[in-house]
């Protein structure tokens, strides 16, 4: 079982819609949570990031974070084709590493 | 948020040869850097952890010696592929942490291909 399991998708949405991208994870230590976007053959950018439990809101974008469940979201509103991209959740338990260990990534497309 | 900056975006080795790839962190000092590959429709695999000023910590099943890494300032490091072959081919992304932060800003990439 790997440690972060996240849908590879693809995940197809009308422009507009609300998109809800998830993961689960095994470790409880982990205490970091990010949400990061790619472009084809770009770097990961930093979209969200939240530490411990709770809910995050920027601008479209919301993060969740549920321990208990071991569950974290990312919830998209009114999604636009400039969405379209691979979504990557990644985690990190924290202290001196701050390794970070990451879920397959879920691709995203936003029709117009 | 913080810039990392990747240098080449691109480049194409023949066989048997070396490629140096730098990563920079342009507005901030950064005391780790991680060096990541990526293939094709797959996700990120952590290859080493690069501290400023001592040696690199390598991930199980990559070989230190193929692929030196250096951290010689707190806004520099390098990956070194060592005697290239093709199946080395990929995507190569540096990341570094925030100083004091866990977050963790990615480079742009280096997309290597090996003839």
């Known amino acids: 079982q790997k440690e972060v399991e996240q849908d590879p998708g693809p995940l197809s949405v009308p422009e507009g819609a609300i998109v809800s991208l998830n993961c689960t994870y095994s470790n409880s230590a982990f205490q970091y949570f990010m949400w990061y976007r790619q472009y084809s053959r770009k770097g990961p950018e930093l979209l969200m990031y939240?530490?411990?439990?709770g809910n995050k809101e920027d601008g479209r974008f919301t993060a969740q974070v549920d321990k208990s469940s071991k569950y974290i979201s990312l919830f998209i509103r009114d999604s636009q084709p400039s969405d379209s991209a691979t979504y990557l959740c990644a985690m990190s338990a924290g202290g001196n590493t701050g390794k970070l260990i990451f879920g397959q990534g879920t691709t995203l497309q936003v029709k117009p | 948020g913080a810039v990392v900056s990747q240098h080449p975006s691109r480049v194409i080795c023949k066989s048997g040869t070396s490629v140096k790839i730098e990563c920079r962190s342009l507005d901030f000092q950064a005391t780790t850097m991680f060096w990541y590959r990526q293939f094709p429709k797959q996700s990120l695999m952590l290859m080493a952890t690069?501290?400023?000023?001592?040696?690199?910590?390598?991930e199980q099943g990559v070989e230190k010696d193929k692929f030196l890494i250096n951290h010689a300032s707190l806004t520099l490091s390098t990956l070194t592929v060592t005697s290239a072959h093709p199946e080395d081919s990929s995507f190569y992304i540096c990341s570094a942490i925030l100083s004091s932060y866990n977050e963790q800003f990615f480079g742009p990439g280096t997309r290597l291909t090996v003839l």
């Open positions: 690069s501290n400023e000023g001592s040696k690199a910590t390598y």
């Open positions: 939240t530490y411990s439990s």
